[in-house]
């Protein structure tokens, strides 16, 4: 049984990662979206367990795909799960340099390879963080994340600590 790592920070899950999870599941025996507990962005906006959850409720519909966390390096989380491939979304060319670098180290570190699948167009500009800014500043971002994720970043950024620091 081929099994793939989605590895990722989703602070939240956007429409871009959801379809990269969605063609690796149409690609391998059994998906694990892989999220890492300590991102090395920042501060996250969600906690590691609402990050799970929200994750949970957008690929219940996708049946060989499982939910996992990890820490530390990457590759020994996929060899502890037998996984022998990584799943990378590339959007553009402005991934290509670090993602690459990436596969390369992981590939030396454990000889797993890494497999990119392009970003459909239509998700190409999107990213977690610029989700979170538009969201922040009460922009729209319906068509960028799935229904319940957007509804929870309003309720977010809407939460009176959150208005008071504006962070
Ligand atoms: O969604 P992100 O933030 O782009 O995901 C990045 C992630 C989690 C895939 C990457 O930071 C990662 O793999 N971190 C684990 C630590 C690790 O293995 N580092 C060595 C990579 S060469």
Redesign the pocket.
Known sequence: MATALC????DPVTLGHLDIIERSAKLFDHVIVAV?RN???SSSLFTIEERHELLASVTSHLPNVSLDTFSG???DFAKDRGATAIVKGLRAISDFDYELQ?AQ??QRLSGIDTLFISTSPQHSFLSSSLVKEVARFGGDVTGMVPPAIADRLVARFNEPARKDSGD
């Open positions: 590895p990722g920070s989703f890492i991102p090395q962005k390096l990457l590759v990436m180290m992981n």
